[in-house]
């Protein structure tokens, strides 16, 4: 453990490096859209070029956000940790560790822009990059989806913001990785925390604030709401088998 803590402190500090230059190269591109767009108002009254340099800057930061977005999800793409349907269990002195550990930094440092276009199209792209198996037409409104290579999410399904969904728990000097699973035309409430290994069946509310634990399966058609959650109730049409009626 003392080996662990070490070599933590030590990738700490080179990350904060790494995340320089990794916001820099999104910075490119936008340094040209600000030229270009300026460029315009280059002969314009003063009033006039304070305009364009406002919009070639708002213009900019777009176009940073949306690079960075890119190069997030690529890069995590291509580092993430292969884990099995049925998850995995790591030392955290081990190479899975310091994978997953650096898509978690890069997904923390584009939390900042992505929390701007959640939910949208450029949310979706970037999730589905960083790894999310994601159905049509689900909106993911929270910029909370952690350890996103070990997410699947069915269609017509809605995530909430600030909806914490974790594939991993450290326990007892172990890194934990199961994948989370959302069925379709299923809920994931504002606030609520799934755990690694845990499942939404089709057609199923998670409530807002809940906490479904790890390796928790909520079956189909079911509400559930609490700390821990607990069944509330069934979804019209469905009984207690858990079969639509």
């Known amino acids: 453990m003392k080996a662990f803590t070490a070599l933590q402190h030590v990738l700490s500090a080179l990350f904060i ?10 910075i490119v591109p936008a340094l040209w859209v600000f030229h270009e767009v300026n460029a315009f108002g280059a002969d314009a009254t003063e009033w006039m070029g304070y305009l364009f340099t406002s919009i070639a800057a708002a213009l900019a930061f777009i176009a940073w956000g949306l690079c960075l977005l ?4 690529t890069v995590q793409m291509i580092i993430h940790p292969r884990v099995p349907a049925e998850g995995k269990v790591v030392p955290l002195f081990s190479g899975t560790t310091i994978r997953w550990a650096a898509c978690g930094v890069i997904h923390r440092a584009t939390k900042p822009f992505l929390i701007h276009v959640c939910p949208s199209i450029f ?18 409104t929270s910029q909370d989806i952690n350890d996103p290579f070990l997410v699947r999410v069915g269609s017509d399904t809605v995530i909430g913001g600030h909806a914490a969904i974790n594939g991993h728990i450290v326990e007892r000097g172990e890194l934990h990785l199961a994948p989370v699973t959302i069925g379709d035309r299923c809920v994931v409430g504002g606030g609520s925390i799934m755990m690694p290994g845990s499942t939404l069946s089709d057609d199923c509310v998670l409530a807002n604030r809940a906490v479904l634990p790890k390796h928790k ?3 189909p ?6 700390v821990p959650a ?3 109730k069934h979804i019209r ?8 009626s």
Do not use: C
């Open 70 to 73: 890119l190069l997030s999800g």
């Open 17 to 26: 490096f790494v995340m320089a230059t990794f916001w820099a190269l999104p």
């Open 221 to 226: 058609g079911q509400v559930w709401a609490g």
């Open 230 to 232: 607990k069944f509330v």
């Open 123 to 140: 949310a979706n792209t970037y999730y589905r990059l960083a790894g999310v198996k994601l159905g049509q037409d689900s909106n993911l």
């Open 217 to 219: 399966t909520i079956p």
């Open 237 to 244: 049409g469905y009984g207690d088998d858990g079969q639509e």
